[in-house]
């Protein structure tokens, strides 16, 4: 499995767009990047998935380059609720279906 | 989607004792899992628990320490067995709907596990 790297936290303002980088450089062809976000006290939450370009839905926009090699999940105009972890694993695609999460990225959003 | 109820939330328990957490699903899911998150970390997967056959256990995690057993397809339960400090954590069940093009877990929200 490709091991993710991501800045261990990040601060924004409510009303940001917040980009956070993930590092993938070992990804295999069958890879799939997903993002993860979990509150405290819950379980994580799936946000959004991609294999290459651009992916978007109601919660976020992931960027993937054509090497792969990292991924962008960009969050538009943060608010308060918003404050998590965020976790950007690289998912094999197929029957395994084990996830390996990385130590995540806290986002603390400030009023 | 799933929708995912454990129990206990959370539980003290006294060293050398044993605990066994419920996992419950709303509707037959394929794949379940037991993974754990010790406090200020993240999450580490335990096993894989299959239906009708034992449990896959990851590295690090054996079978008589984390006992799992799955009777159907919308339940499992983790027994921590003689417990000690070290296995206070989150301890969360998780499951994967199966869809074809997305890798998407449901996670239940957690058992809080305090060992003295």
């Known amino acids: 499995l490709a091991k993710t790297?991501?800045?261990?936290?990040?601060?924004?303002?409510?009303?940001q767009e917040v980009n956070i980088t993930c590092s993938h450089n070992n990804i295999a062809t069958n890879d799939y990047i997903t993002w993860?976000?979990?509150?405290?006290?819950q379980g994580p939450r799936f946000i959004i998935q991609g294999y290459k370009t651009k992916v978007t839905n109601e919660v976020a926009s992931l960027f993937i380059p054509a090497d792969r090699k990292s991924s962008t999940l960009s969050l538009p105009r943060v608010s308060l609720s918003d404050t998590a972890v965020y976790?950007?694993?690289v998912v094999?695609?197929?029957?395994?279906r084990q996830l390996t999460f990385g130590s995540g990225t806290q986002l603390t959003v400030l009023p | 989607?799933?929708?995912i109820s454990q129990k206990p939330s959370r539980d003290i328990c006294q060293r050398g004792t044993s605990l066994t957490i419920q996992c419950q699903v709303d509707s037959q899911v394929t794949m379940m899992f037991w993974y754990r998150q010790q406090p200020g970390q993240s999450l580490t997967l335990i096993a894989t628990a299959n239906q009708g056959s034992e449990a896959t256990y990851e590295s690090g995690f054996v079978i008589d320490k984390f006992p799992i057993s799955r009777p159907?397809?919308?339940?499992?339960t983790l027994t921590?067995?003689?417990?000690?400090?070290?296995?206070?954590?989150?301890?969360l069940c998780s499951v994967d709907t199966g869809s074809v093009s997305y890798n998407e877990q449901f996670f239940g929200p957690g058992t809080r596990l305090t060992v003295l």
């Open chain 1, 5 to 15: 790297t991501q800045p261990i936290s990040m601060d924004s303002y409510e009303g």
């Open chain 1, 36 to 41: 993860y976000q979990q509150f405290p006290s």
């Open chain 1, 87 to 89: 976790y950007c694993l």
């Open chain 1, 92 to 96: 094999a695609s197929g029957s395994a």
């Open chain 2, 1 to 3: 989607s799933a929708v």
């Open chain 2, 72 to 76: 159907n397809l919308t339940f499992s």
């Open chain 2, 80 to 91: 921590v067995s003689n417990m000690s400090p070290e296995d206070s954590s989150i301890y």
